[in-house]
């Protein structure tokens, strides 16, 4: 297999690590992977370049900055020029499926191949336009990848007719982890933004239910 992977949303934080992460997972797994991103963002990810993995810019051949055509969609303009260059970058590297890794407010590209979508969030705070088009994308799309078990679970409640396609793509502890004898003393670093839909209430009762029970136990935020 031979993939597209199309980044119109470049997010700091736990979505860019999510890539640094998933992309290396991906080259191991196909022939080649065509990694597309804005111009301003092609540096920042340059270290991930080489191999299988090959990174192309979003502008299109006449130029057009990928900011000009944002506007231009929200003007009702159709994205025309940046799915030409799609089309043009997948018929090049003769790639077999697209994928967005980040499903946000952006549309489904227009191209000749299936196109998959990653849903990174789904929380409680994300705008109903974004919610809207998480759901455009599940009817449309070939395919609808979720980072977490909850996420997917949370998906197909969103579209219960379409949980046939929603498939959890976990990226944490392997199914193959070895469980160890408990511990009597251990630590925890949660790196998650302190927004309301994090869960940190319940991490610190579960911290504070540990040190009841006499472990020696360290919480790091």
Known sequence: MRLLIVDEEIIPGGVETLRRRLIPALAKEVEAIVWVLPAF???RFRDLAGGNVIIETANTPSGLPHAIEGIA???????GPLD??????AKRHRCDVCLATCLLSQPMPRIDIP???LVSDVNPGLPMQVVDNIGYWIDRSALTLAVS????????RMRPSRSDKIHAMPLAVPHDAR???????GSFH???????HKGHLTLLKAALGLAARGLDYRLTL
């Open 84 to 89: 030409k260059r799609l089309r043009l970058l």
């Open 115 to 117: 196109v998959a979508g």
């Open 73 to 79: 969609r929200r003007m009702g303009h159709p994205r």
């Open 190 to 196: 949660y790196s998650g933004a302190p927004n309301p």
């Open 149 to 156: 078990e909850f996420t997917a679970s949370e998906l197909k």
């Open 179 to 185: 469980v160890t004898p408990p511990a009597r003393r």
């Open 41 to 43: 963002a092609v540096e």
